[in-house]
Structure formats: C-alpha cells, structure tokens
C-alpha cells in the first residue's frame, strides 16, 4: 500500500531538494495537498481515480474562485505527474480528465498618476521636516524603496531580496531574480531615481554591509514585505489618500503607464519578468479602458452643434 499522506511528504521534500521551489510556492502545494487528503476518503493512492477527482473538483467551485481553484488543480496535477514519473501509479487520474472552466478577467488595479506624485511627495517632505535622525532616514530608505518599485515594476519579493552587489549606480542597472530563479536585468531611467537611491545607499552603506541586502533596516536586518506594505500604508495615510495601495499596484501602473505611452509590449513583458506574453496582455485590457476618456475628450463630435 502506499500511502497517501507518505507519498505527499516525498513529494514536497522532491520539490524543496530537486526542483529548488521557492518557500511561498511549497507552501501552497502543503495546503492544498493537505486540503486533498482532508476531503477524501481513501488512504491508498491506487485507489484514487478520475471520478474522485472531479468530485473533489467540484467541491473545489463551491468554496473557492475560479482562480484559486486553478491553482489547486495545477498543484494536484503536479503531484500525480510526479507519482506518475516516479512509477508509484499505474493510471494517472488526470490523463483521463477534460478541465475547462473560463476564470473572469480581473483588471489589475492602476494608481491614479496624480496620488503617486502626492504619495512620494508625501515621504519626501517627511525626510525633510523628520524631527529626528532616525525620522529622516527611515523616509530616506522609504524613498528609495518607493521609487525604485515605481520606475522598474519589480515584485516586493523581488525588491526585498536585492542583494547590495544586484544593483550599480554608476550605470543604472539592476539585476533581479524573478520567478523561478530567471533572471533579469533592467535600467532606471530616471536621474532623480537614481541620485535618492544613491543617498540611500551612502547613508545606509553599514547596515547595506552587514547585511548584504540592499534594503535595510536601521538595525542592519533586511527588509521584509510586511515592512514594505507598513510603510506604504502609513504615507497613504499621512497623505490623506482614501485608495488602498499596495507594492503590486506600483507595478501594475508602471505597465499601464508604458503600454498607454506606446512601448511595445514585448519589452514590457521581458522588463516585467513575465515567462508568457498572455500574462502581459492583461495590461491592454487597462489600457483600452482608458479609451472612453480620451474619446469623450478628444473626440471631434463633442464640437458639433446640432
């Protein structure tokens, strides 16, 4: 016999060991792995079949949306693909499965350009009217992290794990390691980005070395994204801005924002660390919503007098 609940813990230790996955993505196969073996009956994986499948599935859509759903199936998938590999099941139950369901557009959510202004603006004067050291450079380093989510459209996870030998100033570039371990390099465009990010990292330049991470806090431990969304919550608030923001909408806006402006979306999907450019075409649908704006505005019917 074997056991299910065995099975799945080789399975994860597979995944950690061989396959290098990073801790948020082992994370999620533990939870719906466990949710699996909590909602099913049968402790001996050759007893599972395609039709316990599609009644878990099912069970699946009635407490989930569409796209969770999605994930829990791919990490099920890879599970049975792996006993598959490995010949621990003679039939794999998804060989015999036809799964399609439409999962709803959800347009990634934009930052209005006008609160982005009034949000660095915000941290900029707060480094300058700090009323002490410590105030001044905590806005220093909120600063430098803001900017730089905004010019390059990196992931917090991406942002937070900068190593201080991932980024030279002198040419403006940025190694980054996305997803999966690929890696990237992007160039800040921007002076004024790149001088505060300077600042930041001769003010910070001990704790940078203690730590090795870029982004610091004044303790020399690097900075978390919890630490990040802390921060970004707290400008929002002593600026007085009713949106909710948080670290991926700067990365949304810095695609809309390139999109809207005519950049090909290949560069767009190659300085986003997208493996797909379906992922990246999300943003066109952003884009064409800004259509009826423009049409109202521009449009020459406007003028007609009739």
């Known amino acids: 016999m074997n056991n299910l609940h065995t099975l799945i813990s ?7 060991s061989q396959k290098c996955l990073d801790e948020k993505t082992l ?5 719906d792995l466990r949710q699996f073996t909590e909602q099913i009956c049968e402790a001996d994986i ?14 699946l859509h009635k407490n989930y949306k569409p796209k969770t759903v999605k994930r829990k199936i791919a990490s099920l998938k890879a599970f049975f693909h792996f006993l598959e590999y490995k010949n621990l099941i003679e039939k794999n139950p998804f060989n015999h499965m036809q799964l399609h369901f439409r999962e709803p557009v959800k347009l990634p959510k934009t930052i209005p350009l006008e609160i982005v202004e009034t949000f660095l ?4 004067t707060q480094r300058k009217n700090g009323k002490t050291n410590y105030q001044r450079r905590n806005a220093l380093r909120d600063a ?4 730089l989510l905004f010019a390059t459209g990196m992931r917090i996870s991406e942002l937070c794990s900068l190593h201080s030998w991932d980024i030279n100033l002198n040419d403006g570039t940025i190694l980054i390691y996305g997803k999966g371990d690929k890696e990237r390099r992007i160039q800040i465009g921007n002076e004024s980005v790149i001088r505060i990010l300077k600042e930041y990292q001769a003010d910070f330049n001990m704790e940078i070395k203690q730590s ?3 982004f ?3 303790n020399g431990t690097s900075l978390s994204d919890q630490a990040v969304r802390r921060m970004i919550n707290k400008y929002t608030s002593l600026a007085s801005i009713e949106m909710h923001i948080t670290p991926h909408m700067f990365r949304h806006t810095f695609a809309t924002c390139l999109l809207e402006a005519d950049v090909d979306i290949r560069y767009i999907q190659e300085m986003l660390g997208h493996s ?3 992922i990246t075409e999300i943003y066109t649908h952003v884009a064409v919503a800004k259509q009826r704006d423009i049409l109202i505005a521009k449009h020459p019917r406007k003028d007609f007098k009739i």
């Open 276 to 278: 797909s450019i379906n």
């Open 121 to 124: 603006s915000t941290i900029y």
């Open 46 to 59: 050759a007893e599972i079949n395609s039709a316990i499948m599609e009644a878990h599935i099912a069970r």
């Open 10 to 16: 080789n399975y994860l230790e597979y995944c950690s």
């Open 144 to 147: 430098a992290v803001s900017e």
């Open 216 to 218: 610091v806090n004044q």
């Open 27 to 31: 994370k999620a196969y533990r939870i």
């Open 212 to 214: 090795h991470h870029f």
